[in-house]
């Protein structure tokens, strides 16, 4: 095998079939709770939501055509463009999450809504919506290209993927006001809030894992308290300041968000002039990051 054969096996290294499985059964479910908050919460009440599927329900209220049409048929263009920019297993794990969508939504459609109580719906259709889409794109697919077109566009003009997104939805969501009305529009923008926060939710999990990054002199009994009070492990790495030459242990280590007003603490009591730092981490693998025993 010569080495750039190699290369290419690292590169496109197969799913295993366990893996594979698991990929396609939470896709499919996350596909489907898209499909019930879209169909049984936010449709029949008049409510969107942002990116293509906010234009396909526009779409499908002022044609009449059935709303799983043109959700596929809108999104076939990011197909391509989720391949050449992210990848194959991306751009099939789209397709089969669209098409599962599409056929959801049409299999959900006649079904009576849950609620004609227009906030009960923002807020439950909302969190359906923002569940289905995070175990999506945690399982490696999208069910809305407009992200993908935001990065396209990013590489282009001088404009955030973030922003690009937003001037997006700000112009669907005008036009549903448009269509639906403007009491409509204005639950639609809370629907997409809470799906936007949900996402976040479901893709980092609750158990939300926070990095600490702690500079002192007194490291080595910091480090030692760490892991005796908290039972957590701690990495010692070499730092050197820019601006004096000094050379400094920094002590790292990954905690969760319970734990740290107790990091905190013990670092107040070792060292209360000790530089602290923490910041979210969306996941976490490997290691040793096993909680141990305290005693």
């Given at each position: ?8 096996q ?14 396609i ?12 908050g ?31 049409l ?7 263009p ?57 175990i ?17 566009i ?23 006001g ?10 639609s ?34 480090g ?31 905690i ?16 209360e002039g ?22």
């Amino acid at each position: 095998m010569t080495e750039q054969e190699s290369l290419l096996q690292k590169q496109h290294r197969r799913l295993t079939f366990r893996r594979l499985i698991k990929r396609i059964l939470f896709i499919f479910i996350g596909a489907v709770m898209m499909a019930v908050g879209i169909e049984i919460f936010l449709v029949p009440n008049s409510i969107m939501d942002g990116g293509i599927v906010g234009i396909s329900i526009i779409l499908s209220k002022l044609t009449g055509v059935k709303l799983g049409l043109f959700l596929f048929l809108l999104n076939i263009p990011f197909f391509y463009l989720g391949y050449k920019q992210i990848g194959k297993t991306f751009a099939l794990s789209t397709v089969f999450g669209i098409a599962i969508l599409s056929v959801a939504s049409t299999f959900f459609h006649p079904v009576p809504a849950f609620t004609e109580d227009i906030l009960l719906a923002a807020v439950f259709g909302g969190l359906a919506l923002g569940a289905g889409v995070g175990i999506v794109i945690r399982y490696g697919g999208s069910l809305d290209g407009t992200e993908i077109l935001a990065i396209l566009i990013n590489k282009r003009l001088p404009f955030s993927v973030g922003e690009i997104v937003m001037f997006f939805n700000i112009f669907i969501f005008l036009w549903g006001g448009f269509v639906f009305g403007w009491d409509r529009a204005m639950y639609s923008v809370l629907a997409y809030f809470i799906a936007f926060k949900t996402i976040d939710v479901v893709i980092q999990g609750l158990d939300e894992s926070k990095s600490a990054w702690i500079i002192s002199d007194q490291y080595q009994e910091i480090g030692e308290a760490i892991i005796a009070r908290l039972g957590r492990g701690v990495t010692y790495l070499n730092g050197e300041g820019a601006y004096t030459g000094d050379h400094k242990k920094v002590i790292f280590c990954v905690i969760n968000r319970l734990e740290e007003a107790k990091l905190k603490s013990i670092v107040e009591d070792m060292d209360e002039g000790a530089f602290l730092a923490v910041g979210d981490i969306a996941e976490v693998r490997g290691g040793r990051f096993k909680k141990k025993d305290i005693h």
